[in-house]
Every structure is written in C-alpha cells, then in structure tokens.
C-alpha cells in the first residue's frame, strides 16, 4: 500500500510569492495534518483537516491557509513568503482524529527554500 | 498545554553501546506518548506508542521506553546501539483534544565505529 505522498520534494521560491504544497494520504485515512519543520527543531503544528474541515490550527499567521478535498488529499498555501518560511513541510495522515490514539503517519516532506 | 522536552539536543554513544535517550512532558498525565525516528533527507516513522495499557513499551528496531509519572519521563532506550540507528529522535504528546501532535526539539543520536 502507498504510504503519505507530498509533492513537490523541493522547492526555491522568492521572497514575497505564493507556494502551494500537496498531499495524498493512505487510503482510506480522512484526515490530514500538516506540520513545519525549521531546520534543527521538532515539527510545528500547522493545521488539521478531517472530512473537508477545519479541526485544528497552530500558531502560525493567516498568510498560512490549507483546504482538504473530496478524495481527502490536501493542499497547504503560503501567501507573501518570508526568508523564515524556509524549512520542510510535513504531511501526516490518520484513520480520524476523535482518539488521540489515532497514529499519524508522515510523508517524506516538502523541502521549501525562500531566496 | 501540553508540551515536551528533550535533553540533550545530541547524544553520541559507541557501537554496541547502550542508548538512552530522554523525554519529559509538561503537564497532566497525557493519555498518549510517542516516539518518532527521522532519517535524514526523510519524513518521521513511529517507534512506538504508550497508550497506558502498559508503561513499559516495546517498539520497532529494538527500541523501548518506560512510562514513569513520578517523574513525569518517558525516556526511549536501546541496549546496544547499531550504526543504523544513527537518526534524529522525537518524543510527541497529543496538544490537547484531538491527534494533533507536539514535538519535542529532537535529540540527534550519533554512532561511533
């Protein structure tokens, strides 16, 4: 079975663009969480998705937005990127989100440079 | 809010070694613990889970930690250490309701020959 996919893997954006990330969860998980890793720390959580909504956001500004579509993949956007957005992007998925038993399972990344 | 902490940002040991890595979590006893391992240029795999049926925890690769409230640790261990098990570690905790997960700052695990 295919694990968590993310596209792309890597990515240079300039200062001031938009990027859009994407990611394609296990099959038959409804939910999709999306998390940033700064280079020498632990991810930080970003937002959650289940069933198309909004069940969860971090501490991160409105220039930071996501959405989840009808086949449960997800799209992570960053408007009016900064030097500091630089980092790896991380895609996690899970059966739901009711339990915190539910495991998450991560993709491999999106590495994001902003030059 | 739940958080937690990871002693020791890097821990090097020799082949063969015993591994101790440590993890403290900030608040209420969590219902849930985990711990991740990163290999490098990759995304985060699950070692294994404490869900409080047990506080000793067997996980994948050799690895196991001990729940222990007293402390409020959850520190991961392996009796000997291979070169493969060179990686970056993360303790996690649920943030509050929900799977959405906190992360420690890792502690970045070396193996010397």
């Known amino acids: 079975d295919a694990g968590v996919t993310q596209s792309p893997t890597h990515l240079i954006k300039t200062r001031g663009q938009h990027v859009t990330l994407r990611c394609s969860p296990i099959?038959?998980?409804?939910?999709v969480s999306w998390y940033q890793q700064v280079l020498g720390q632990g991810p930080q959580f970003i937002f959650q998705?289940?069933?198309?909504?909004?069940?969860g956001r971090g501490n991160f500004p409105d220039r930071f937005s996501a959405r989840q579509f009808p086949n449960y993949s997800s799209e992570l956007n960053v408007n009016a990127l900064l030097l500091g957005d630089s980092a790896l992007y991380l895609c996690a998925s899970s059966l739901a989100t009711g339990g915190r038993a539910y495991e998450q399972y991560f993709g491999p990344g999106t590495r994001l440079t902003v030059t | 809010a739940q958080s937690v902490t990871q002693l020791g940002s890097h821990v090097s040991v020799s082949e063969g070694a015993l591994v101790l890595l440590r993890c403290n979590y900030s608040s209420s006893v969590p219902p849930y613990l985990f711990w991740y391992v990163q290999y490098p240029n990759q995304g985060l795999q699950l070692l294994l889970k404490?869900?409080?049926?047990?506080?000793l925890v067997k996980g994948i690769n050799g690895f196991e930690a001990e729940f222990k409230k007293s402390e409020t640790s959850f520190h991961l261990t392996k009796p000997s250490a291979h070169m493969s098990d060179a990686a970056e570690y993360f303790c996690a905790a649920p943030r509050d309701a929900g799977n959405m997960l906190t992360f420690g700052g890792g502690t970045r695990l070396m193996v010397k020959p």
């Open positions: 099959s038959g998980h409804k939910s």
């Open positions: 404490y869900t409080s049926a047990a506080t």
């Open positions: 998705y289940y069933e198309k909504e909004e069940r």
